[in-house]
């Protein structure tokens, strides 16, 4: 109860069974309930939460377990309305052993919106006692809490039965009894406020505020005068409590990031509350990896723990030896290694700095307590749910009072609201650092661009608050040089998302060995996005369903420099050719993959210079919250726009916008230089599809082979090309199309006019035919088989690096 508090307070006296035996005029406004009404009925008319319990004492009981004597509960109005407050009870004694119960009540309302816990302010409340006294129509007292002494100095006895002057007798004592005389006979109940300044017998004199209401009974007439004393300074001082703890609701858990959590909390107790705060967190919790440490759990090695937040009333926090983010040092005799090891909070009102003691332990640690006047500690533990999060230590310095219980009752208050954004910031933290584990070991570690590209990435996940996204790029080679270029964007962030990327990422590469043109591959992947989504909706504990992607796939052919294109609710590429003109081509954008809206997807087919950029992105790169696309695009142009730059460096300045600010959403980068094979490096030849094209596809392969000094690869090629030609001899009719291209490995191609793929099964020992892919596949390196605008091509590759040693 605070001093301003008092004149809006409502009491009541009741006795060991919880009946009503005196009433005051501020109850009656509170509840509605006049004192003839009440008084001589029970108290659970007003206060349900006393029906509880079969006695005053019992329910006292029973609020000291859930946390103190004071708290918040609701009363019932005459009206039958439930309102809020704030009930305090105090305990008061008389002549031969007799008890009463003083209970306070504050209307508290709609909670306040600092959001300080009711419960919370009462326990540090009652930690700092309210000294109440109730006299009878003679001024004499009646009844008295234990508390009074220590405000006052009189006894118990010295004071029971006898009056005001008599047990203090002084000017000021009589101006205080004329004043109780003025209540009595105006038969008022309205509570008055005198403050003064009353004698202790415990050191220095202090302010006390005194609030006196006159107490009826059953006909309404004064039965005599509570006397309520709060020490003020005491009452500041609470005040200044609470007002932490207000902070604190809109200070603490600002961000998942457990080492800025961590400094919130030392900045928040520092300097209201303590003059130095240091805030060490378990070291897995700041990187979200390694198990939890449980409490109790802890042997004789104590958890390793590294300094997370830390405040000071000085400049530069001269007083922590170390710095945010390196490991502390605990001495294994200290408070801290009893707190670790036990979990309970520890409170040192004094230090002691007795050389040979714990702190000798640490010299730097020892330093500091002795340099800085470091004369009163609390340690608290962070732990939520068992586990141990790590601990904070409250100290004080310059200010001379040392740490009392009701100032750790509030540490350990601010320390576990702490707790449960740490606790909330740690789990994101482990399913952030698993995502983006997750995510980079999906993402190709080498780019394979052959000599069709040269190729370079980036990839910045968006900041800690929203976590790793589904972006991904891909560059998968394919046959005849040709390259596939992939960059996609999942829609959500977290380890579903990045699992679900995977899932597309091993599907996009399925289905490009399956050497589908772009628009039917993003097609063939729509409906696979759409099956997996409905497959998950099956299973929906499972939480990895793809509920919307973007994807743009290109491939680009070396021989013809071709580009052909599609995407799929994509931003389009930016090209940029050798003299540095930059284009956005205007590519249809088609609709996002899993919508099932039946679009269909339209390529675009470019013919490229050789040296050409092609950068693939995701839309974080291209979009933020100061500025639409059409800026990003231009700014990512401008950026690239120096082509006799290395791509290293290029991909550099594209990200540099995002990577100096944390950025909304995950951003990938896809960079890649055109290359061209040179007429010399390809040989292909028309052939009639006659008795003679076996033997004159076998004769002209060689030569070729020959001219390129390939001679040790002629007997493995000459077979390859004779099983190939011999089955579009079979399965087709007209002309066809042998080709042979020497880049990092030997590739040969035979195009026929059928549009079947070659059925891939074992022959039987009865089949005449069906060996002769069998063969290709034991003698290449790969094959297969690719639909072509007029037909098919069947193609086989072959080492290079055969040949030597040969």
């Not at 303590?274 to 759990?297: C, K, M, R």
Request: hydrophobic fraction near 40%; glycine fraction near 8%; proline fraction near 6%.
């Amino acid at each position: 109860m605070h001093a301003s508090d008092m004149s809006d307070t409502a009491f009541a006296l009741l006795d060991e069974q919880g009946t009503v035996v005196a009433w005051t005029q501020a109850a009656e406004h509170l509840v509605g309930y006049s004192a003839d009404e009440v008084v001589g009925r029970s108290a659970a008319l007003v206060l349900p939460c006393l029906g509880e319990a079969p006695t005053m004492s019992a329910h006292v009981e029973q609020c000291r377990a859930r946390n103190g004597w004071s708290g918040a509960t609701a009363v019932r109005h005459r009206d039958g309305r439930m309102l809020d407050v704030g009930l305090r009870i105090s305990l008061v004694r008389g002549q031969d052993g007799a008890v009463r119960w003083l209970a306070s009540a504050t209307d508290i309302g709609v909670p306040s919106g600092d959001a300080v816990n009711v419960l919370v302010q009462g326990a540090i409340l009652d930690r700092a006692p309210i000294g109440v006294v109730v006299r009878d129509l003679e001024l004499r007292c009646t009844w008295v809490n234990d508390a009074m002494e220590s405000h006052d100095g009189i006894s118990r006895d010295r004071r029971l039965g006898f009056g005001i002057t008599d047990a203090w007798p002084s000017v000021e004592t009589e101006a205080t009894e004329a004043m109780m005389r003025r209540v009595l006979r105006s038969g008022s109940t309205k509570v008055h406020e005198y403050r003064t300044w009353l004698p202790t017998s415990r050191g220095e004199e202090r302010p006390y505020a005194v609030s006196f209401s006159c107490l009826q009974g059953a006909d309404g007439r004064a039965l005599g005068v509570c006397t309520i004393c709060v020490d003020v300074a005491e009452s500041q001082r609470e005040r200044e409590r609470l007002a932490v703890l207000g902070e604190a609701g809109t200070r603490l858990g600002s961000t998942l990031d457990v080492m800025q959590t961590g400094q919130e909390l030392a900045e928040l107790a520092v300097p209201q509350f303590a003059d130095y705060v240091a805030v060490d967190l378990e070291q897995s919790v700041p990187f979200g990896e390694g198990p939890p440490i449980h409490i109790g759990s802890i042997g004789e090695r104590l958890p390793v723990l590294r300094r997370a937040g830390v405040a000071s009333i000085h400049q530069g926090v001269p007083e922590s030896p170390w710095v945010r983010g390196e490991r502390t040092l605990v001495p294994p005799a200290s408070p801290v290694a009893e707190v670790l090891r036990t979990g309970k909070s520890r409170l040192e009102p004094k230090v002691d700095a007795t050389p040979g003691g714990w702190i000798d332990q640490s010299p730097a640690l020892a330093q500091s307590i002795r340099e800085h006047d470091i004369h009163s500690v609390m340690v608290v533990a962070i732990r939520a749910r068992c586990v141990l999060l790590g601990m904070a230590v409250f100290i004080r310095t310059r200010n001379p009072m040392p740490f009392q219980e009701a100032d750790l009752l509030l540490a350990e208050e601010l320390v576990s609201r702490a707790a449960v954004s740490l606790d909330k910031a740690r789990q994101y933290c482990r399913e952030h650092t698993a995502a983006l584990a997750l995510q980079r070991n999906l993402l190709p570690h080498r780019l394979r661009g052959g000599a069709a590209v040269e190729a370079a990435s980036r990839y910045q996940p968006a900041d800690i608050d929203r976590g790793v996204g589904g972006d991904w790029f891909d560059v998968i080679p394919l046959s005849g040089a040709r390259v596939a270029l992939v960059v996609g964007d999942v829609v959500g962030h977290g380890i579903n998302a990045a699992a679900a990327m995977g899932r597309l990422r091993t599907a996009i590469r399925t289905l490009a060995d399956m050497e589908l043109p772009p628009d039917e591959l993003l097609a063939r992947l729509d409906d696979t996005v759409q099956r997996l989504a409905e497959a998950d909706a099956d299973a929906p504990d499972q939480g990895t369903a793809v509920v919307g992607a973007t994807c743009l796939y290109a491939v680009y052919d070396p021989v013809t420099r071709r580009c052909t294109m599609a995407a799929a609710g994509h931003p389009p590429p930016a090209i940029i050719d050798p003299q540095g003109k930059v284009t956005f081509p205007d590519l249809p954008t088609g609709v996002p993959l899993g919508i099932g809206l039946g679009v269909f997807f339209e390529a675009m087919e470019l013919e490229l210079p050789e040296g050409s950029l092609i950068a693939l992105y995701t839309d974080g790169l291209i979009e933020t919250r100061d500025h639409d696309i059409e800026h990003g695009m231009h700014r990512l142009g401008t950026a690239l726009a120096q082509p006799e730059l290395s791509l290293e460096e290029l991909c550099t300045r594209a990200m540099a916008p995002v990577e100096d600010q944390a950025a909304c959403d995950d951003t990938s980068l896809l960079l890649v230089r055109t290359r061209t094979l040179s007429p010399a490096q390809v040989a292909s030849w028309t052939l009639a599809s006659d008795g003679t094209v076996l033997h004159r596809a076998q004769n002209l392969a060689a030569g070729q082979l020959a001219a390129w000094g390939l001679e040790a690869l002629e007997g493995s090629m000459k077979l390859i090309v004779s099983e190939l030609v011999t089955n579009a001899v079979r399965h087709s009719d007209g002309p066809i199309r042998l080709r042979l291209i020497q880049h990092e490995v030997l590739t040969v191609e035979v195009s026929d006019a059928d549009i079947c793929p070659p059925p891939m099964r074992s022959a039987r020992p009865v089949d005449e035919h069906g060996r002769g892919l069998a063969m290709v596949a034991q003698l290449s390196r790969r094959w297969g088989t690719r639909p072509a605008q007029d037909g098919k091509v069947l193609w086989a590759e072959a080492d290079l690096a055969h040949t030597s040693g040969r």
